[in-house]
Each structure stands twice: as C-alpha cells, then as structure tokens.
C-alpha cells in the first residue's frame, strides 16, 4: 500500500510520501535507543513539563491539527477538534500522575522476608514500537506515547499508510514540547518490515492497535524475540437494551455509538441487543434517528457521517450487508452506498440476522448496526458473547440487580451502564478473546512498558 494522503470525501491522492529506506530506518532507532540513555535519567518533573509543553501546543494548533486528521480519513471535523483536545486531556493526565503511577513500594514490614528494607520499583523497558491504525489518527497515539515518555521509555511510531501527514505530525510533536532529540520517531514502513523492527535487539516491547490478524502476526514475532506486546484489536460490542431502559436516551445513545468516527471504532456500539418487550419501540426510535443522520462533507460542521477512510474500507462494509442481505436480513435503514464521488456508505440497520451471516460474527467497520430480538437476560448474555471478540459492552437498565448480573455475564473488557463505551484517561482500557491483550491508560497503562523490579536490602 502507498503511503499517500488520499482525501476520502473525493477519492483524490493529495500527496504521496517516499518510505524511509534501511539506512533511514536504522538511524531513526538509533536515535530512539540514544535518547533513552538521556530520558530515563531526567526526573518525573522535568518530563512532566515537556509534557504539559506539549499539551500547549496541540492546544494551539487544534484547527489545523483537526482539519489534517479530517482531510487524511474522513471524520467530521468536530469530531477531529474533540480528538486533538482529548490528546492534549491524556498528555496533561500522565504529566500529572505517572510519578504516583510508578512509585515505589515498600514492604511495612521486612523482616518477613529477613531484610531491612525490601519492596519494589518500577524502571522503564527502553525503545517501545507503537504500529498505529488510522481510525484515531493522533488519539490512538498519543494515548501510548504520553504514558510511555512519562515512563521514560522513548518511542518508535509505525502509523497506517493512509495517515503520513498525521505521522509526521507526531514525529515533530514531543520534541516541539522539550524532550531529547529522538525522544519519539515515526518510521515511514511499510507493514512488511514491522517483523524486522521488532527482532531488532534495542527495541524491547510493542503495542499494537489494529485488526486481529495483524495482532496475531505482532505478537508470533513478539513472541519468538520474548518481548512484551500489548494488543488491543477488534470489537463486535452489544449495546443491550432491557425493558426497564429509557428507551428514548438508550435510542439516541446508540445512535452516536453506532455512528461515531464514521462507524470506524473497535469499541463502537455494533449489535443491539434488545428485549422483545421493547423491541418494537427501541428499533422505531432508533432507526428514526439513522434515517435523519446528515451524510456528506467531513469539513462541513452540520455534517454527521462523513465517508469511510479508505475506498477497500467501504467495500468491505458493502460485501458485509450484501451478504446479510442476500440471506434473508432485513433492510431497515440506509443498506447501500450513495451514488456520489468518495468512500460513503449510508447509515443502516439491519434486522432478522441468522447464524450464517458474516456479519453475525465479523466486525463492521462502517455506519451499519445489526438489531436482535431477545426473550430474556440470558439469551441477551448468550448472543452478546458469541463472537470471538471482547473489547466492551453497554447496557441499558435501571435494575441493580440486572446491571450486576450484565457486569458479571458480559465477556469484555468493560461494561458501561445506561451510556456508551468511551476511552478515558483514568480508566484501563483493553479486551479479552480475540480483542487483544493488556491494558492502555490509567495506572496499567503506563505500568504495561516498565520493569517492576524487587528491591531486597540486608
């Protein structure tokens, strides 16, 4: 795949960008591995002022920055504005907190294990590897990076070849805000030589946000080198909607999961999973509100689905419905793609889905939700689990009891309760199944790529 801006709204190539040869490459990480020398010796409150540094100038420089994710993969720019500033939210997060994140512990009493003094501390890993996908093009990013310099680690970017300005961007970013030459680097590779950056012996982990069989190929080369890889991939989430719901808020929320980012989120709300009893009235509200949805130009502010990144992406979604289609499901809303230049696909819902559909058990990266009609708690629980995957959930009741009985029957990573799933900065964020492994954000997030050493003193 080249690595080029090509506008999603009209399918034009605005500019395409020379991949880093080996040599390129090679000094890039070592430049990394260099500055780890310098940046694990600075204290928790020098790093902590590049950061907020760093932070002011995604602040400053929100519109360009928004209008440059907008223009590289399609999202509407008040949605790209609300990116750029949770960034700037996440880097101000660690600045203030990975100190008390990492501190040391030590035993209350050591003679119990016959020392003076005995505990443990936590030491940064060295050059991490972050291989990014373009869905979030800064957010994604950031959300490893700030935690990973607070460490003291530095880091190297492998973005998605369709985002190289957003890469570059990055690449400048930290360094802007104060930290050591080399602090943080992006490689313009292609994903063929990934596997060689993660054998090299000066790189000592990877993270990796993208689609399953990318994680699977991450975490093998990972694994043969015995380097810690942290895994967040796909997600099929149920949104469940039980009778005690307020169906009218549960109805607009799962719109805006539904449609968030243009449908291209791992944790968006995908299958709504709703109890016969209001069945008929959550499925007339929602499919409402898709049907009223304003498809068209990212740039324009009154926008509320703008096109899917790439042009393979929207084709992927269309073969999905074509296929539900073809074997029985439902049309409800939207189902096909609009006769007009770009990577659009219409908002959609479907209904009457069966086991033999692949959009059952795939994940839909586009604006289509698939609706199911359930008999009780249990079969909601039974139809929410059935996929491979385990990103999140939500769930829609006012019953205690239910919610606790959803929090403990839900496999995933997280359950939200009466709202949608949503990344922030003081929670862990992760899966189980085939959404990945470890954690991002909170205090996990920054402990995933530090060494926790036992300190024994006689």
Known sequence: MAIATVNPATGETLETFEAHDGAETERRIA???EAFHTLRSTTFGQRAEWMH??????????????????????????????????????????????????????????????????????????VVLAV???????????????PALMAGNTGLLKHASNVP?????????FEKGGFPTGSFRTLLIGSREVAAVIEDRR??????TGSEPAGRSVASTAGQQIKKAVLELGGSDPFIVMPSADLEAAAATAV??????????????????????????????????????????????????????TESGRDEVAELVDDAVLKGAEVLAGGSAPDRPGFYYTPTVLAGLTDDMRIVLEEVFGPVASVYKVADRE??????????????????????????????????????VNGMTVSYPELPFGGVKDSGYGRELAAAGIREFCNLKTVWKA
């Open 31 to 33: 430049e990394a591995a």
């Open 53 to 126: 540094a760093t932070a002011d100038i995604l602040e400053a420089d929100v519109d360009r920055a928004a209008a440059m994710i907008t223009l590289e993969m399609g999202k509407p720019i008040a949605q790209s504005r609300a990116e750029v500033l949770k960034c700037a939210k996440n880097i101000r997060f660690y600045a203030d907190n990975a100190e008390s994140f990492l501190a040391a512990e030590q035993l209350a009493d050591p003679t119990s294990v016959a020392a003076s003094e005995a505990g443990t501390v936590w030491q940064p890993l060295g």
């Open 132 to 146: 990014m996908p373009w869905n979030y093009p800064l957010w994604q990013v950031i959300r490893f990076a700030a």
């Open 165 to 173: 300005q957003s890469a570059l961007f990055l690449d400048e970013l």
């Open 203 to 208: 790189v000592k982990a990877v993270t990796l």
């Open 256 to 309: 805006k999961a539904r449609i968030s980012n243009n449908g291209q989120s791992c944790i968006a709300g995908k299958r709504f999973i709703v109890h016969a009893d209001v069945y008929d009235d959550f499925v007339r509200h929602f499919v409402g509100k898709m049907n009223a949805l304003k498809v068209g130009d990212p740039m324009d502010e009154s926008t509320d689905v703008g096109p899917l990144a």
């Open 379 to 416: 079969e909601a629980a039974r139809v929410a689990n059935q996929t491979t995957f385990g990103l999140s959930s939500a769930v829609w009741s006012t019953d205690e009891d239910e919610q606790d009985w959803f929090v403990s029957h839900l496999d995933a990573g997280a359950v939200f």
